[in-house]
């Protein structure tokens, strides 16, 4: 099978002394892999160097591949479109209904005339299309609420029905769960990998809570002060090594 | 010298030298103690016939639909314009070409702000004949200026990694902005607009004096024929009309702030009602207008454009341009100063916030300054009800037309809008602050130390942008026979003289363009 993620030799170094070193590693399409590690690790800038918006300093990056970094004008929206993001933070934005929240998910494919069309009259079947996106979020009543009114953990699934509606071939998201109790957290972390499942898509998922490690994840790959230092198959990690990845030898 | 002290003598040298400068001697004060007699009287007994009242009212309603009118064309098409400059800012899609495109726009916006609503009808005028909709145009080309600037920055002005999400992915870059940044500027463009409405809405309520239609047209003829029993009918009703649109604005403006999205879907939807009725209000004009624009000459309009786009270089019309820069930069500066310092001066009266802090002093003491604040701010109410076109009028019935009454008018106007503004900064910013600042309790004490400190960077923001009003409207006092380029514009258009006029034109867009660059690039030294 071909590789979604392939990394050869990659670094990154930022001037605080952060960042990724010569790290190689290839992820197989259609697998779900969790990025766990201690904070400042490099969890987010490898996810970064992944979607394309930081370019490597030295080695290779391939996504898709492609080396996104490199791209410029069309090529580049096309490959930013199969790769889809989840930041950290509640990136909705304020005013806009959640239809519309979830249409811009699909700004990469439609033509101005369809996107500005579809602001302000919106085409029975890209709604429709939106409306199952968001059932599939558990939300087909919120369709026409807006953000403000939403939950935390009912706007993060909104940004899920978001990437769902733009249906990437890749899904990398930055500690998703990040602000809700708890008992979200799990629901959301399975939410997430059914859809990625459902859709045949390869996910990243950098988790700073090893409690989600129990969700159904492939494969765990384990970073310590920007090197790889496992990434094996999910049910042969240890609680050993991620105790020395965390340096508690717990 | 420190560097603060160097500013301030440089500042009352500039000043001084500016007051030195313009002609304020021709004063007629001979015949002002009869004119402002009559003045008097007419307000003593205004003109309250049932058919004077339908008039008027008719006359109102007319004003507001022009302004409604303007001022929705012109935020329509800046907010167009200011969508298609901002694409150049969206992610992945800046190219020199974008680059380009969004300077040419911006200066378009430059040209359409710099050159007041008044010297626009005054050019409409020529092509379409007087009545409203010729007002409507003109203001909704200067509003296009006024609020395409201001949407452009608001919408530049968004925080990249907010809309990152959204333009990482739009495949179109007006798309992005749509979905991206338009969202986030929603309630602040609400805010402009209203506040612009209200500009309008005043200067609709004169602009039939060149044409426009409204009350304007009306109060000036009546005003020429010294018939002062209905001037005063007619300002009562002006200033009935803005007054209630200047608190009306406010009311709406904090309405549309606390509410949410719900808020503004109601009232994009009663802004589109509103804008439709004023269409209609003003249909029987359209028949007119086309009317004038099937007779006109279809030659002789391109003809006249051509001249327009030929200005004339010839030394005599620059020497003209050079000299008439003067006299509005001088009133502007003057009338800029005198408001910002009154608005200063009776800050500590005005502030809900300052007075409260003051309380504690005996309860006699409290009422006089209630009473005190309710008058002062009825007093600014009235001095920005009247448009400075207004007060030029009235002042020059009692002293003649000059720089003077146009110093009197520009002051007096600006003084109420400054009040305001200032006011409205200090008792927002500060409603809810505890009082364990410095001097805690005593008023004065605690505006000068702690609240001006803090505030210095908004109201001179507030002082700019007034000073950049004043200068339009110097302009347009100009126009009125204040002196200036304004009036050599006026006399360029009515002789027909169109590369001369487009000279004048130009040499306000280079003074006005000029002066914008640099209270920019001075702003940027000082944060």
């Not at chain 2, 005003?223 to 300002?235: E, F, I, K, N, P």
């Not at chain 2, 005190?372 to 019935?397: I, M, Q, S, Y």
Request: with cysteine.
């Amino acid at each position: 099978m071909r590789d979604a993620v392939e990394l050869e030799g990659a670094s990154v170094r930022y001037p605080d002394g952060r960042g990724i070193e010569n790290l190689t590693a290839r992820l197989e399409a259609g697998r779900t892999v969790a990025l766990v590690g201690p904070s400042g690790a490099g969890k987010s800038t490898l996810l970064q160097l992944i979607a394309g918006s930081v370019a490597p300093d030295s080695g290779r990056v391939c996504t898709l591949g492609q080396p996104i970094a490199e791209l410029t004008g069309t090529p580049y929206r096309v490959a930013c479109d199969r790769v889809g993001l989840l930041a950290q933070a509640d990136d909705l934005t304020p005013g806009l209904s959640v239809l519309h929240n979830v249409f811009a998910g699909r700004l990469g494919r439609w033509s101005a005339a369809r996107a500005l069309r579809n602001r302000f009259w919106p085409r029975a079947d890209d709604r429709r299309d939106a409306a199952s996106a968001l059932a599939s979020a558990e939300l087909a009543d919120r369709i026409d609420a807006d953000p403000a009114e939403l939950s935390g953990g009912e706007r993060r699934r909104v940004a899920l029905a978001r990437l769902a509606f733009q249906a990437p071939a890749l899904w990398l998201a930055d500690e998703p769960t990040t602000g809700l109790d708890v008992r979200l957290r799990a629901d959301m972390m399975d939410l997430l990998l059914r859809m990625v499942r459902d859709r045949n898509a390869t996910a990243v998922v950098a988790l700073h809570d090893l409690e989600l490690l129990r969700c159904d994840f492939d494969e765990i790959w384990g970073l310590r002060s920007g090197e790889l230092s496992f990434a094996r198959g999910a049910e042969t990690v240890s609680e050993d090594q991620l105790g020395v990845l965390f340096g508690s030898g717990r | 010298m420190s560097r603060r002290r160097i500013v301030f003598v440089t500042f009352a040298i500039a000043t001084a030298a500016i007051a030195f400068s313009l002609d304020f001697g021709t004063l007629n004060t001979q015949g002002a103690f009869g004119a402002v007699r009559s003045l008097l009287t007419g307000f003593g007994s205004p003109d309250l016939r049932p058919q004077t009242l339908g008039r008027v009212l008719t006359l109102a309603a007319q004003t507001l639909a022009v302004a409604i009118l303007g001022t929705g064309l012109g935020a329509a098409l800046g907010l167009l314009v200011a969508m298609v400059g901002a694409t150049a800012s969206v992610h992945g899609h800046h190219g020199p070409g974008r680059r380009a495109l969004a300077e040419l726009l911006r200066l378009g916006l430059d040209g359409l702000r710099a050159i007041p609503d008044f010297a626009w009808a005054l050019a409409l005028l020529v092509v379409l004949g007087p009545g409203p909709l010729t007002g409507a145009f003109a203001i909704a080309l200067s509003v296009t200026g006024i609020l395409g600037r201001a949407f452009g920055q608001l919408l530049e002005s968004v925080s990249a990694a907010r809309v990152h999400p959204v333009e990482r992915l739009a495949g179109s870059p007006l798309a992005a902005v749509v979905y991206g940044r338009l969202p986030h500027i929603a309630p602040a463009a609400w805010s402009y607009g209203l506040a612009r409405l209200e500009c309008s809405i005043r200067n609709a309520s004169v602009i039939g004096i060149v044409g426009g239609g409204g009350l304007g047209a009306e109060l000036f003829e009546e005003l020429g024929y010294g018939r002062m029993d209905r001037v005063a009918t007619l300002l009562l009703a002006l200033v009935a009309l803005t007054a209630s649109a200047d608190i009306g604005s406010s009311i709406l403006r904090r309405r549309l702030g606390a509410g949410g999205p719900r808020t503004q879907r109601s009232a994009r939807l009663c802004a589109f009602l509103v804008f439709v009725a004023s269409l209609a209000w003003l249909t029987p004009a359209a028949a007119t207008l086309l009317d004038a624009l099937s007779r006109m000459d279809a030659r002789v309009a391109s003809e006249s454009a051509a001249r327009l786009l030929q200005p004339d270089l010839s030394a005599q019309t620059l020497g003209e341009v050079v000299r008439g820069v003067g006299p509005p930069l001088g009133l502007a500066w003057l009338s800029m100063t005198a408001a910002t310092m009154f608005a200063l001066a009776v800050l500590p009266w005005t502030s809900t916030i300052v007075r409260g802090r003051a309380r504690g002093a005996a309860a006699a003491d409290a009422t006089l300054a209630i009473a005190g604040a309710w008058v002062l701010r009825g007093a600014a109410l009235l001095a920005r009800a009247v448009p400075e076109v207004a007060w030029l009028l009235l002042f020059a019935a009692a002293l003649g037309m000059g720089p003077t009454p146009a110093l009197l008018a520009l002051s007096l106007h600006a003084s109420g809008v400054l009040v305001r503004l200032f006011t409205e900064a200090v008792d927002d910013r500060f409603v809810a602050a505890p009082r364990r600042d410095v001097g805690a309790g005593a008023g004065i004490g605690w505006l000068v130390y702690a609240a001006l400190p803090r505030l210095r960077a908004t109201l001179a923001t507030h002082a700019g942008l007034q000073a950049e009003s004043n200068l339009r409207s110097a302009f347009t006092l100009g126009i009125l026979g204040a002196g200036g380029l304004g009036n050599a514009f006026h006399s360029a258009i009515s002789y027909w003289q169109l590369e001369r006029a487009s000279t004048l034109a130009l040499g306000m867009l280079v003074v006005f363009v000029g002066l914008d660059r640099l209270g920019r690039r001075m702003s940027r030294l000082g944060g």
